[in-house]
């Protein structure tokens, strides 16, 4: 736990810490006194309370329609589903300003449904409830299935061979060993729309905010650091309760798992049920995540002879100091050693919480892994920026700090995904391999490695699609001559013209192809047979 605790303590900690007192630390001394003038306002309480149910909303519509997907992932066998998979897992990379902007193209003003049936959805909230789908179907799908692909089907077998019906076996014995990942993803997706913050801001207009939204007013519209750090505190005790409700409710429930080789679960189609859900999901992944990319691949192609495509190439000095192409190959590097961060930290920090000997205070820790999803990226993007200013962590001028930033993201995918998996590892294995001479490293290397190697990779493959598409701390440490591809697109997109448009398009479109082709790379990386398990 040292190394995962000095990282949180130095690059999450102490930043947004330094980020508050600046707000709330005056020369007449704290102003504590604020906190409840500020949470009284009716304006205030309404934010809070339209951001609370809306990611409740958010995070049940999307456990509806992702769940059957996360079963069609993890236990059917389909041709083009590694191509598939990774296609789900496209959207959750994109910036949120473009993929919101794509969204408003098929239900606002002209768009789609508008062309089709005259029907628009960009003044309701149902806008920002589908597209916080649009965003969060890859993590119930990846998380969920996952763990669903892994778990030994013969326990629902014997189930049914007892006289169960197949709800009944499904319902006592393969959803209480799928609760932990259920809950881990709902948690993840509550956290996410919970700070909602592109999304809300494109299709919420004037009449939605969150208080990821309001944070951003207030600090760079208002230029209120009191009111800002006032919200970053209420958002941080808001998601420190809800994280700890999480870590006491789902501890230790991994521990009565029984894995095995995922590429011996999975099976072709089998009944009408299973061939009428296979479809339905083929339907919702069309039209909810496939939809909208095509939208932003149409746009992109709006200049004959891929106008767009060759501007990329061009140095504007106006915005960029090199050519905006050059983001691409910022975004890999960066996205690269971010991940490597997030696996050895997240990696590190989940082998401790899984242990069974584990205290209170590295179960605690748990929860605390979480608040980086949960806190203002805003207000982690200036903490940066103040408290990593002096030596000997004056890291302003270094291209690690983005990595750092991106690594706080990556982290807690990376625990929330390997943690189920080594706490069902089976303790036994561990120690018949120690009586029988082996080191620590080598029972790592022989037991735990070959059972969680698919989770690692699920997890690192997480970290990186993160990486590529972390917008919110990133805007603001990200240098002017090494602009990562999301703050590429978004400063393209605040300058008028059709031609900053279409190049913002162009740029998305290439951030879609990179990440889906890492994506389906990893999932022949994953799927190789490598060894027995």
């Not at 002209?110 to 589908?130: C, E």
């Not at 209120?224 to 809800?242: H, K, N």
């Not at 690594?407 to 294995?429: E, K, Q, S, Y």
């Not at 990179?514 to 994953?526: F, K, M, Q």
Request: charged share 15%; proline share 5%; net charge positive.
């Amino acid at each position: 736990m040292a190394l995962p605790v000095a990282f949180f303590a130095l690059f999450f900690a102490w930043p947004v810490a330094a980020i508050v007192a600046r707000g709330l630390k005056t020369d007449g001394g704290w102003q504590f006194g604020r906190i409840a003038d500020v949470v009284t306002q009716p304006d205030i309480r309404h934010v809070l309370w339209f951001t609370t149910w809306q990611a409740l909303a958010s995070t049940a519509l999307t456990l509806l329609l992702a769940l059957p997907a996360a079963f069609v992932f993890g236990r059917l066998d389909f041709p083009g589903k590694q191509v598939l998979r990774a296609v789900v897992t496209v959207p959750f990379v994109l910036p949120t300003v473009v993929a919101g902007s794509a969204f408003l193209a098929l239900v606002g003003h002209g768009g789609l449904l508008d062309q089709l049936w005259g029907v628009r959805l960009d003044t309701t909230v149902w806008a920002i409830l589908l597209a916080h789908v649009f965003f969060n179907y890859a993590v119930v799908v990846r998380t969920v299935g996952g763990l669903w692909a892994q778990l030994d089907p013969r326990q629902e077998e014997a189930a049914r061979m007892l006289g169960a019906s197949p709800f009944a076996a499904w319902r006592k014995v393969t959803l209480p060993a799928l609760g932990p990942a259920v809950a881990a993803a709902a948690l993840m997706v509550f956290l996410f729309t919970f700070t909602s913050f592109g999304v809300v801001q494109i299709l919420g207009g004037p009449t939605f905010s969150t208080l990821e939204v309001e944070i951003y007013r207030q600090t760079s519209e208002v230029f209120d650091l009191t009111t800002a750090a006032v919200l970053t505190l209420v958002q941080f005790a808001a998601v420190g309760a809800i994280l700890g409700v999480h870590a006491w409710t789902v501890r230790r429930r991994e521990s009565a798992l029984r894995l095995v080789d995922p590429r011996l679960t999975a099976r072709r189609p089998r009944g009408a049920g299973q061939r009428a859900l296979l479809a339905g999901v083929l339907v919702t992944v069309a039209l909810l995540l496939v939809l909208p990319l095509a939208v932003l691949v149409r746009r992109s192609l709006d200049a004959p002879g891929f106008g767009y495509y060759r501007a990329l190439t061009r140095t504007d000095g106006g915005t960029f100091l090199v050519a905006p192409v050059h983001a691409v190959w910022t975004s890999l590097q960066y996205a690269v050693a971010a991940t490597a961060i997030a696996v050895l930290i997240g990696g590190l920090a989940a082998a401790a919480l899984a242990r069974r000997d584990a205290g209170r205070l590295v179960r605690g820790f748990d929860a605390l892994l979480m608040l980086p999803l949960g806190v203002s990226a805003v207000t982690v993007g200036f903490g940066f920026l103040i408290a990593l200013d002096k030596p000997p962590l004056d890291l302003r001028q270094s291209w690690i700090l983005v990595p750092l930033a991106q690594a706080l993201v990556g982290a807690p995918f990376v625990v929330r995904t390997m943690l189920p998996v080594l706490r069902a590892v089976d303790t036994r294995l561990r120690e018949a391999a120690a009586v029988l001479g082996a080191s620590p490293w080598r029972v790592w290397r022989e037991i735990d490695l070959p059972l969680v190697r698919r989770a690692l990779l699920v997890a690192a493959g997480f970290a990186f699609a993160v990486s590529l598409g972390e917008f919110g701390a990133t805007v603001f440490i990200a240098r002017p001559d090494n602009p990562t591809l999301p703050v590429a697109v978004a400063r393209l997109l605040s300058r008028p013209g059709d031609l900053n448009y279409g190049q913002a398009m162009a740029l998305s479109t290439i951030l879609m192809v990179v990440c889906a082709a890492a994506l389906l790379l990893l999932e022949r990386l994953r799927t190789d047979r490598t060894g027995e398990f």
